[in-house]
T-cell receptor, first 113, second 115 residues
C-alpha cells in the first residue's frame, strides 16, 4: 500500500512566479490536509479538504494561496506570485476519516529566489 | 488559537539511556499523536492516543494521554543511534465544528544519541 505521495520534492521559483504542489493521498483516504513548516519549527495547519470540498481553510493566507482536491486526481496547493517568505517545506497528510490518524508525505521544499 | 508547549527543546544522550519528553496545552485535546521526523523527510506517526489516561506502547516507545487531556508524554527506552531525529507532539480537538480535523503541533524535541 503506497504511502502519501508528493511532487515535486524540491521546487525553485523566482519571486512573482506560481508554485503548484501536488499530493496523492494513501489509497482509500479521502481526507487531505496541508501543513507548512518553516526551518526549525513545528508544522502549521493550512487547509483541510475532502473530495471536491474545502472543509477548513482557516490556516491558509487569504491572498495568493488556494487549494483543491478534485474528484479525480491529486490535491493541489497553488501559490500565486510567490514571495521569499513563502520559502518553506509544505507537507500533505491524508486520513481515512476526520478522526483517523494522519499520515504524511515526504514534503515539497519550496525555495523562492 | 491552540498552542502546544513541547519540552525539552533538545536532548543529548548516550546510547542505552532512556528519554522522556512532554507536551502541554492550554486547550483540551481529544487525540494526541507523536511523530518523528528525519532530516528532509515527512513526519512519521509513532503512537496515537485517544482516551484520557491511556498508556500505549510501540516497541521501546511508550506514550501517555494525560488525565486532564491537556498533556502527553513520550518515553523512549534504551535509546539507539537511529532514534536520532526531531520528535513532535500533535493534538486534535474533539468532534464538532470544522476545526476538529486539523492537528496542532508542538515545536519539536531534537534528539541526539551519542554511540
Amino acid at each position: 500500500n503506497a504511502g502519501v505521495m508528493q511532487n515535486p520534492r524540491h521546487l525553485v521559483r523566482r519571486r512573482g512566479q506560481e508554485a503548484r504542489l501536488r499530493c496523492s493521498p494513501m489509497k482509500g483516504h479521502s481526507h487531505v490536509y496541508w501543513y507548512r513548516q518553516l526551518p526549525e519549527e513545528g508544522l502549521k495547519f493550512m487547509v483541510y479538504l475532502q473530495k471536491e470540498n474545502i472543509i477548513d481553510e482557516s490556516g491558509m493566507p487569504k491572498e495568493r494561496f488556494s487549494a483543491e482536491f478534485p474528484k479525480e486526481g491529486p490535491s493541489i496547493l497553488r501559490i500565486q506570485q510567490v514571495v521569499r517568505g513563502d520559502s518553506a517545506a509544505y507537507f500533505c497528510a491524508s486520513s481515512p476519516g476526520v478522526q483517523g490518524e494522519q499520515y504524511f508525505g515526504p514534503g515539497t521544499r519550496l525555495t523562492v529566489t | 488559537g491552540q498552542q502546544l508547549n513541547q519540552s525539552p527543546q533538545s536532548m543529548f544522550i548516550q546510547e542505552g539511556e532512556d528519554v522522556s519528553m512532554n507536551c502541554t496545552s492550554s486547550s483540551i485535546f481529544n487525540t494526541w499523536l507523536w511523530y518523528k521526523q528525519d532530516p528532509g523527510e515527512g513526519p512519521v506517526l509513532l503512537i496515537a492516543l485517544y482516551k484520557a489516561g491511556e498508556l500505549t506502547s510501540n516497541g521501546r516507545l511508550t506514550a501517555q494521554f494525560g488525565i486532564t487531556r491537556k498533556d502527553s508524554f513520550l518515553n523512549i527506552s534504551a535509546s539507539i543511534p537511529s532514534d536520532v531525529g526531531i520528535y513532535f507532539c500533535a493534538g486534535r480537538l474533539g468532534a464538532g465544528g470544522t476545526s476538529y480535523g486539523k492537528l496542532t503541533f508542538g515545536q519539536g524535541t531534537i534528539l541526539t544519541v551519542h554511540p
